[in-house]
C-alpha cells in the first residue's frame, strides 16, 4: 500500500470519529475501515495485580492503571482523548502488572462492530482471584439537549447490590429527594438523562429503601461532581479497590463526549 494511501485512510478515519462529537486517540490498529470505539476501565480489586498496563492487539493501549483508571487517557498524545478508534471485529486486550510485565493479569475479549462506542472492565481479582471483563455499549450518538449534561449511571459495585440513586445539592435531604434512576441491578445502567450544569453531590442507597430512611442508608457518597453543559458523562459506582468491605463504596464520573 502506498504512503499517500495510508495517510487517506487514517484521515478518512479520524475524519468519521470526530462526526460523532467526541475526542478520540488514534487507534492502535489503524488504519482500516470499518471502526468502531473503544476505552477501558481498571475496577480490579486486588492491590497485589495492581496497577496494570493494557495491551490491545499487542499494541500499548493503557499504562500504569490504578484502581479506577481509564484508557486511552493514561497514554501521552492527545492525553485529552476519550476513545480510541479500533477496527471491528474480535479484539483482546490483555493487562499486564506494570511492575512486572512478564505477569499476565487477565486476557478479556470482546468484539467490535461499526460505529459503536465500548466500554471494557476489568473486573474481580480480589485475593488473587480471576480478573473477568465486562462490556459496555455506550450511546454517544445522541447528542445531550441544549446546554445540558447527558447523564447514565453504571452499577459495577456487585457488593452495593441494586441501587436507588441522587443527583442532588450538597445539602439537600434524601427523604424529600427525587432518584435520577431506582432499581438498577449489578453490571446494569440507568437510562441517559439530561441533567443542568452545576456542581452535584451523588449518592447512592438499596434499591427500595424508604424515603424517611434513605439518610441513614447511603452506600455511596461522592461530593462536588461539575457537569458541564453539552457533555456526556457516565458514573460508575464500584466496591472499595481491594474488593467487598464494608460501605461507602466508591464512584468514578468519566466523560462520555
Not at 146 to 157: C, E, F, K
Not at 204 to 216: C, E, H, L, M
Request: hydrophobic fraction near 45%; aromatic fraction near 6%; glycine fraction near 8%.
Amino acid at each position: 500500500m502506498s504512503t499517500r494511501l495510508k495517510i487517506a485512510l487514517v484521515v478518512a478515519a479520524l475524519g468519521v470519529a470526530a462526526a460523532c462529537g467526541t475526542k478520540d486517540a488514534p487507534g492502535p490498529l489503524e488504519p482500516c475501515t470499518p471502526f468502531g470505539r473503544v476505552r477501558f476501565v481498571n475496577l480490579i480489586t486486588d492491590a497485589a495485580q495492581n496497577p496494570v498496563n493494557a495491551l490491545l492487539e499487542d499494541v500499548p493501549f493503557g499504562v500504569n492503571l490504578a484502581y479506577g483508571g481509564t484508557t486511552p487517557a493514561s497514554l501521552p498524545a492527545p492525553s485529552t482523548a476519550l476513545y480510541s478508534a479500533v477496527c471491528a471485529g474480535d479484539r483482546t486486550i490483555v493487562l499486564q502488572r506494570t511492575a512486572n510485565t512478564s505477569v499476565t493479569v487477565a486476557s478479556l475479549p470482546f468484539t467490535v462492530a461499526e460505529n459503536t462506542d465500548y466500554t471494557v472492565f476489568a473486573t474481580g481479582g480480589t485475593a488473587g482471584g480471576q480478573v473477568i471483563g465486562f462490556v459496555s455499549t455506550d450511546d454517544n450518538a445522541t447528542a445531550p439537549a441544549a446546554g445540558q449534561t447527558r447523564l447514565r449511571v453504571r452499577n459495577m459495585s456487585p457488593s452495593a447490590g441494586a441501587i436507588d440513586v441522587f443527583l442532588t445539592t450538597a445539602t439537600a435531604d434524601l427523604a424529600t429527594a427525587t432518584p435520577i434512576a431506582t432499581n438498577i441491578a449489578h453490571q446494569a445502567a440507568s437510562p441517559y438523562v439530561n441533567i443542568a450544569p452545576g456542581t452535584y453531590r451523588f449518592r447512592a442507597v438499596p434499591a427500595g429503601t424508604a424515603p424517611a430512611s434513605r439518610n441513614a442508608s447511603v452506600t455511596i457518597d461522592v461530593s462536588g461532581i461539575t457537569l458541564a453543559a453539552n457533555t456526556g458523562r457516565t458514573i460508575v459506582t464500584a466496591d472499595n479497590a481491594t474488593g467487598p468491605s464494608a460501605p461507602p463504596f466508591r464512584a468514578f464520573v468519566y466523560s462520555d463526549r
